[in-house]
């Protein structure tokens, strides 16, 4: 069976030539000029890249181990509502956020799932892997956790109102989410990275199972 593959080209293989701001609003949007190694050809460009630029951001798996249950926020997401799909555009998600200025990701988990849960994690929450979603594209980076908690304590309804943030706050079953990630109710990256994480590691974390 073949290794999993080196890259052949590393961090210093590539040459950033310009930098120029498109949009600098709620998002930031960069034009870029570089140019990089090729495996057929010595150099590649100089081309135009746009550039959407994010913060590194958290993902939290909140799960009653007890209760076999996640908690999870449902929210009004722009990019679904601008799909041109018949899907609603209020989306079930983990509990997510981007880190503050000179904030680890931990820090990050334990104050997201306050201010979106009302939740306060007894334990530190496990860092499973870290992720680029979209890396054709963006810088982003997300670093998906996994925390337990008792689920008896959420708020119904949470958000930040300075920030336009209004979320519905669900304790689901971890059956009923297994069934809605195999029959395709689930439309979201990080919530289908998650669960498939979850189904492949429930025996282990849920006694009995």
């Known amino acids: ?5 080196k890259p052949q080209f590393g961090v210093n293989d590539w ?12 998002f930031q949007l960069d034009q870029l000029t570089l140019t990089h190694r090729g495996y057929q050809a ?15 951001a958290v993902v939290v798996i909140l799960c009653d181990l007890d209760r076999k249950e996640l908690v999870m926020v449902e929210q009004f997401r722009i990019g679904a509502a601008m799909s041109g799909l018949d899907d609603s555009p209020w989306m ?12 680890s990701p931990v820090k990050t988990c334990h104050r997201e799932v306050m201010e979106e849960t009302g939740l306060t994690l007894a334990c530190e929450p496990e860092l499973l892997f870290t992720y680029y ?6 810088n982003e980076l997300i670093h998906l956790y996994f925390a337990s908690c008792d689920a008896s304590g959420i708020s119904r309804y949470r958000g930040q109102a300075g920030e336009y ?3 519905k706050v669900h304790v689901i079953s ?14 979201n990256a990080a919530t289908i990275i998650g669960l498939q994480w979850l189904k492949t590691n429930q025996a282990h974390l849920l006694k009995g199972e």
Do not use: Y
């Open 133 to 138: 979603p979209s890396p054709g594209g963006s």
């Open 15 to 26: 040459d950033l030539q310009a930098t120029t701001r498109l949009a600098d609003g709620f």
């Open 1 to 5: 069976m073949a290794e999993w593959p």
């Open 165 to 167: 943030e209004d979320l």
């Open 92 to 103: 079930l998600e983990w509990v997510a956020g981007i880190c503050d200025d000179n904030e």
């Open 42 to 56: 010595e150099s590649i460009g100089p081309m135009h890249r746009e550039l959407f630029i994010r913060t590194p």
């Open 174 to 187: 971890v059956a009923s989410a297994m069934e809605a990630l195999q029959t395709g109710k689930v439309n």
